[in-house]
């Protein structure tokens, strides 16, 4: 690192890593296409086979005349739907027949005699359900495209189009829900929030660092220096998708964009402060930036790997989305670290002190000179942290008591996150106005809500009439269907009922495995029994994702603790920083619950997000763990342990506070968006990182540091014993 620093900060190769950058970012945006157009929303959603994946693999197959992802228009007036009401929407599905939408079977309401439709009306006369069908497999792109001519052709039929009518003007109104309605609006909710993350997230950086820093050029250099990263990242990352070596969606990039901002801006402030405090001290911009970079490039190093090895191990996991973010995340970090080591440090040489204008670091003998210069007094001004020395003094005083408190606090915290409520259910995260929501709120109220999302039951029987029976004798069934022969197989059959609960519910999921054990117990074959349907596959949902966490998160705790093992050469002072993560993740769940269920009034979160969180709250503040950590070691070597442990805390008091900031304030962008998903997952891990930041970096860690003394060095013994040789002198 002495060298690279050598290298960019001499004349030339200041601006031939500069103009690298830029030809890098240029080629390659020019020849490759970006992320965002090779985004793949209907990935696979499991990995490998489930229940319900062959379920749908089986309906496919044999039952390919009376499947595919249905759109259900849910016509709803509040007075009732009249007869004229009904002769509008058979004439509605008539001129839909000969409307080109792609992939689709429109039900022909209009061969329906009109007392036999008015039968189909709900029981208060105000709904109606007209379902339609699109071919499995059919991208979402289409279906939206067919959706999008369906509510144009309502314009012609209708004097005022049904589907522009709000819920509250009492008329003839139309909602599509159903699976392809659903669908349609969470790829709409995701990509519209692209831009918006972005442009926000910029924003809030912006923002912090000139608050911080009160210079408007250095608020600049870690925003160039992320956003070439995001240059470079975003057209590999459109080249591998589009040579179809990795997969990922519009969530995963919003969610990247985040990370690459927030923590992009960390590595970059870890070095921007060292550079400042050898301003103070070096006359040389040159050899200031060598030994800033010398000296930070480790812990920084370090930092970047924890992330990178973090995300690697999504690999493991079965659940789609999760083991999607598992290469773009590391390449945007590994990118991320190049540009902090590389970038940054060569603008920092070519701007030099004026980086941190008006408030320019200078040495004694520079501010005599341009005081001499000027005729005024010396005005000496050095770097101080009156609050980091407080802090640090007060730990190092009293570690016993501060670290008492912590945990108490912390424990108490990370106990409420056992009561968390989870939730697989995806219209959960839609806003209200949402079209699919609103039809489903309209179906929940007037109609059955399993009308939604039938539960598929296939079994090989020789009397499919017992099944039947035995699912209608379910305390949860609705209705239940004529079974239905498959095409090449007499003894296969299928059969749907309707729940007579939302069929996205934690309690209709619950249903899956009683009515699995019920066609077995039937038939007497349990291997041949599949369920499928959105129900069935939430509670797949439900159980891979419990699987991949029982797998991911002792592989990254144990490759976490491995590298800080390498790194800090002791095994005490790595398990009690990995305990204190894991710490501060599950305290995050608790005060996150606490915030999310009673100042919000949610009733669930999404299951797989403490999966997310804790991946990013231990990879993350481990991160900053690291940087305080490497500050005391150093201090070591020359003095006191308690010393160094209070002149770590305050000389890393200010950066890490401010890093925390930006990163929590990045996080907390994604609140702003209208997908209650993002919502919650930025709201948990933001308060990760403020507690990482405020409890546990500055309190917990050094308090228990101090309490373990020489021996949180063990079994470093050349440690030790120049720990206890600091005391002596210290002492004499």
């Known amino acids: 690192m002495h060298k690279l620093g050598t290298f960019i900060s001499g004349k030339a190769g200041r601006w031939v890593i500069l103009a690298a950058w830029i030809v890098i970012a240029l080629v390659l945006n020019l020849t490759l296409p970006q992320a965002n157009s090779q985004e793949e929303e209907q990935a696979e959603t499991f990995l490998h086979d489930t229940n319900s994946d062959e379920a749908a693999r089986i309906i496919e197959e044999e039952f390919s005349d009376n499947s595919g992802l249905p759109a259900l228009l849910t016509w709803y007036q509040e007075s009732g739907l009249s007869e004229e009401n009904l002769q509008s929407i058979q004439q509605f599905s008539a001129d839909l027949q000969g409307a080109d939408i792609e992939a689709a079977t429109v039900t022909p309401f209009q061969d329906i005699p009109l007392p036999l439709l008015k039968e189909q009306l709900s029981d208060d006369g105000t709904t109606l359900v007209m379902p339609i069908l699109f071919d499995n497999g059919t991208a979402t792109d289409a279906v939206e495209d067919g959706l999008e001519k ?33 669908s349609v609006d ?39 220096g992320v956003g ?16 179809e070596l990795i997969s990922f969606d519009s969530q995963g990039i919003a969610i990247m964009t985040v ?22 001290e070096i006359k040389s911009k040159k050899a200031a930036l060598v030994r800033s970079l010398t000296s930070a490039s480790g812990a920084i190093a370090m930092s970047g790997l924890t992330v990178i090895v973090a995300m690697l191990v999504l690999l493991v996991a079965n659940y789609g989305s999760i083991n999607r973010f598992a290469i773009p995340f590391a390449i945007a970090i590994f990118i991320m670290l190049l540009a902090s080591l590389t970038l940054v440090p060569a603008m920092l040489t070519i701007i030099g002190r004026v980086s941190f204008f008006p408030f320019i670091p200078r040495t004694e003998d520079m501010q005599q000179q341009r005081a001499k210069e000027k005729g005024k007094p010396v005005r000496t001004k050095k770097p101080h942290n009156k609050i980091g ?59 059955n809500a399993g009308e939604l999302a039938p539960v598929s039951v296939i079994t090989e029987t020789d009397d499919p009439e017992a099944v039947r029976t035995a699912l209608e004798d379910l305390a949860y069934t609705a209705a239940v269907m004529d079974p239905e022969q498959a095409e090449s197989n007499e003894q296969l059959v299928r059969i749907q009922l309707e729940l007579n609960e939302n069929p996205y519910s934690n309690e209709a999921m619950a249903h899956i495995p009683d009515i699995k054990e019920t066609v077995a117990n039937t038939t007497g074959d349990a291997d041949n029994v599949w369920i499928g349907g959105q129900t069935a596959e939430q509670y797949d949902t439900q159980q891979v994702t419990k699987h991949d966490e029982k797998w991911i998160i002792p592989i990254v705790i144990g490759f976490i603790t491995l590298l800080l093992l390498t790194y800090l050469r002791s095994v005490t002072a790595t398990i009690y920083l990995v305990a204190t993560v894991l710490l501060s993740f599950f305290s995050a769940l608790g005060l996150g619950w606490l915030i999310l269920h009673y100042g919000f009034g949610v009733d669930a979160i999404q299951g797989f997000i403490p999966l997310y969180a804790f991946v990013f709250i231990v990879a993350l503040g481990e991160d900053y763990n690291i940087f305080m950590i490497s500050s005391i070691w150093k201090r070591s070597k020359t003095m006191p342990l308690k010393q160094a442990i209070a002149d770590g805390v305050a000389h890393t008091g200010g950066v890490i506070t401010s890093a925390g900031l930006i990163l929590a304030a990045t996080f907390a962008v994604l609140t702003t968006l209208p997908i209650q998903i993002l919502v919650h997952f930025g709201t948990i891990t933001a308060i990760g990182v403020l507690l990482d930041t405020f409890l546990v970096r500055p309190f917990l860690v050094p308090a228990i540091t ?14 030790i014993q120049q720990t206890e040789q600091n005391e002596q002198k210290a002492q004499a």
Not at 228 to 243: E, M, R
């Open 228 to 243: 070439f990263a995001y240059l470079v990242i975003s057209p590999i990352l459109g080249a591998l998708g589009k040579a």
């Open 186 to 224: 969470a790829v709409g909710l995701f990509s519209q929030g692209d831009t918006t993350l972005l442009f926000a997230t910029v924003l809030i950086v912006l923002i912090f660092l000139l608050v911080i820093y009160r210079s408007p050029i250095l608020a600049l250099v870690p925003l160039i």
């Open 259 to 280: 990370l690459l901002f927030g923590a992009g801006t960390d590595y970059c402030l870890f070095l921007i402060t060292r550079f400042r405090e050898n301003l103070w």
């Open 706 to 719: 101090a309490i373990l003394g020489k021996w949180a060095f063990w079994p470093w013994k050349k440690r």
């Open 389 to 447: 020395n407080a802090v640090g003094s007060l730990v190092t005083k009293h570690p016993w008591k501060i670290a008492i408190i912590t945990i108490v606090v912390l424990g108490v915290l990370a106990g409420i996150s056992s009561r968390i409520t989870y939730t697989y259910d995806t219209l959960s995260s839609f806003p209200d106005n949402m079209p699919s929501k609103e039809g489903f709120d309209i179906l929940t109220d007037h109609v």
């Open 150 to 182: 369906i509510q144009s052709a309502a314009s012609d039929a209708f004097e005022q189009n049904p589907f522009e009518q709000s819920l509250d003007s009492g008329d003839l109104l139309v909602r599509t829900t159903g699976p392809a309605g659903i």
